[in-house]
């Protein structure tokens, strides 16, 4: 079974359209993360969140609009993409502590915009 | 600034040899972990070391902490193929999330 699931791999997209990136965790994990790897592999985080609370929200434009329905789900919504937003989105999740531990990525979502 | 660096960006070795990969970081940690990623892949956790810690080790790797420099480092000893990957340090803050660097490429030659 996989543990972090994100959906879909691979998306190939028009300047100004919108899309999702939809990310599951079936660890009964506390905290979901958004993190960025740019064509450099530099991991940025976007978003955290930890049992459907909004944790982390980094300069990210207001184009992204994270949503965790509950906090097995963190889905990443993206308007009016642009050009810099090609890159690869990693959804992450980890067991609340009193420090952050092990987390656990998803394979990746790979956006190309066009 | 990036709070992780990790050094060298890239790095060449036979297979047999040993792999070390260095990682700065700037501010306090609570812990400090490393990751590995092969190509198209996501990343997995390989191991974590405490700010109370100086020495940790887990099969063919054995990571240090020096919380004086703020840096670490990672040993691959008897380096495979399978071994070629990206490497990340990862750093808690104490801000509910890990702080990544660039990563180490490393290239075992076989």
């Known amino acids: 079974d996989t543990a972090v699931s994100q959906t879909p791999k691979y998306l190939v997209t028009q300047m100004g359209n919108d899309k999702s990136i939809k990310c599951e965790q079936n660890?009964?994990?506390?905290?979901m993360y958004w993190y960025k790897q740019d064509s450099k592999k530099f991991l940025k985080i976007m978003f955290s969140?930890?049992?459907?609370?909004?944790?982390i929200n980094e300069t990210v434009p207001n184009r992204f609009s994270p949503k965790s329905p509950d906090k097995a789900h963190l889905n990443l919504h993206i308007n009016s993409l642009e050009l810099g937003d090609s890159a690869v989105y990693f959804c992450?999740?980890?067991?609340?502590?009193?420090?952050?531990?092990?987390?656990?990525f998803g394979e990746g979502s790979r956006l190309t915009v066009l | 600034s990036q709070q992780g660096e990790e050094d060298p960006q890239a790095l060449s070795i036979q297979e047999g040899e040993n792999a070390t990969m260095n990682c700065s970081y700037k501010?306090?940690?609570?812990?400090l972990q490393w990751y590995r990623q092969n190509s198209g892949r996501g990343l997995v956790h390989l191991i974590l070391?405490?700010?109370?810690?100086r020495e940790k080790h887990s099969g063919r790797l054995r990571v240090t902490l020096d919380t004086s420099k703020k840096s670490s480092s990672l040993l691959i000893t008897a380096s495979r193929a399978a071994d070629t990957a990206s490497y990340f340090c990862?750093?808690?803050?104490?801000?509910?999330?890990?702080?990544f660097g660039s990563g180490t490429r490393l290239q075992v030659q076989p």
């Open positions: 992450a999740s980890s067991q609340e502590g009193q420090s952050t531990g092990e987390l656990f």
């Open positions: 660890l009964g994990h506390d905290t």
């Open positions: 969140y930890n049992n459907k609370e909004l944790i």
């Open positions: 501010t306090s940690i609570n812990n």
């Open positions: 070391i405490r700010s109370n810690e």
């Open positions: 990862a750093t808690d803050t104490g801000r509910r999330a890990l702080t």
